[in-house]
């Protein structure tokens, strides 16, 4: 498909592959509508503004995600508020979403959206968040850039929300080296996106804009690198379970070794194999595993650092915290990517047996 790309001469912007892939993308998500984006990043910052978030509304999100979910909430000059995680997906806590909500409700503090993250290749506890969400009129963003290929209840993630997004980023499951999607219930919405992410030229000869647009759509040839890929996502999904059965079979038994359960709503894709560790039990502490690894040439890394610790959000509001504090004082991603063999993964094994 690249070569085909680079060979029909739809270098430039846009092109046959563009259309194609979101047309993938859609069939895969199971979602009506989609945009081919420069990264997940953008894809965040298009689902604020088409909801029409503006400066000094509320965003609620999960305070255990990446940095990027909620600075899209800053782009659009509103107001992350954070709240905490569960311990059956690490994701967001469905009853402390919902008692919070009602209690926003009463007042009158409700939020104009929330993002909602399927971390780590987990889906969220999507139907009651979605009813909380639905029964207050909170607009809902999946942000589903660790998760393609994951499922909830049979359904693909990517198709809980209003508006859900990928990213392609290197790291992720299928990458276009950086890319992301943005997919939506309604064409209106999709619509806009695409306009604002072509520097929202009017469709007139001349040069002609009446909102501020960006630069951020995919290439032609990046989107043919992601068809590719997309075509060969059910393998890749199947190699990081494997990936996550190796360690858990090799691990699962070591004291204080407890692996992110996988949730019995769904199927997680395992996108990063991801663990804690009480130091005590395990007799060494996460930061002890890493710099072990280190040594060996190998990286793993802490889980997210909540955002509600991040020096970028301070003061920001959040409903509780403890559970992803804890997962991220003890929390490691172990070496996970498709590319990772089975001798490499013996290594990391041995590594951490050895310690
Ligand atoms: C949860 C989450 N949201 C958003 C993003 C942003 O995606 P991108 O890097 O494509 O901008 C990432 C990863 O990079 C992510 O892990």
Redesign the pocket.
């Known amino acids: 498909m690249l070569t085909d790309a680079v060979a029909s001469g739809w270098i430039a912007p846009l092109g046959p592959h563009v259309d194609a892939f979101e047309a993938e993308a859609c069939a895969v998500t199971a979602m009506p509508h989609a945009v081919a984006l420069s ?4 894809a ?1 910052h298009l689902a604020l503004l088409v909801l029409g978030v503006a400066p000094g509304d509320r965003v609620w999100t999960s305070t255990l ?2 940095a ?2 909620a600075n899209a909430i800053a782009y659009v000059g509103a107001h992350p508020v954070f709240v905490d995680s569960d311990r059956v997906s690490w994701n967001l806590d469905p009853g402390l979403l919902t008692e919070q909500l009602d209690r926003a409700a009463r007042a009158g503090t409700l939020p104009k959206a929330l993002i909602g ?1 399927d ?1 780590y290749g987990q889906c969220a506890d999507w139907e009651p968040i979605l009813a909380a969400c639905r029964r207050h009129g909170v607009a809902v963003i999946e ?1 589903a ?2 998760a393609l290929g994951a499922t909830y209840r049979d359904r693909p993630a990517g198709s809980f929300g209003d508006l859900a ?1 990928l ?3 290197g790291n ?1 499951i299928i990458t276009t080296s ?3 999607m943005l997919l939506g219930t309604r064409k209106d919405w999709i619509d806009r996106a695409r306009h604002l992410a072509t520097q929202a030229r009017e469709p007139v000869r001349h040069y002609e804009h009446k909102d501020i647009g960006f630069n951020y759509r995919l290439s032609n040839l990046l989107a043919a690198v992601g068809r590719a890929q997309l075509a060969d996502l059910e393998r890749r999904v199947a190699a990081r379970r494997a990936i996550q059965g190796r360690y858990r079979a090799a691990l699962g038994e070591l004291p204080g070794w407890s692996f992110l359960p996988e949730a019995s709503f769904g199927r997680a894709t395992h996108w990063l194999t991801c663990a804690t560790i009480d130091p005590v039990a395990f007799g060494q502490h996460r930061d002890q595993v890493i710099d072990r690894l280190a040594a060996h040439d190998m990286e793993a890394r802490p889980v997210w650092k909540p955002l509600h610790l991040q020096p970028v959000f301070a003061g920001a509001e959040a409903f509780r915290g403890s559970v992803a504090e804890a997962l991220f004082r003890d929390g490691i991603c172990l070496p996970s990517g498709s590319s990772l063999t089975p001798a490499d993964q013996e290594r990391v094994i041995a590594a951490i047996r050895a310690t």
């Open positions: 990264s997940g990043t953008a965040l995600t990446f990027a979910t993250v971390l942000d850039a660790e997004i990213s392609f980023n992720k950086g890319g992301g």
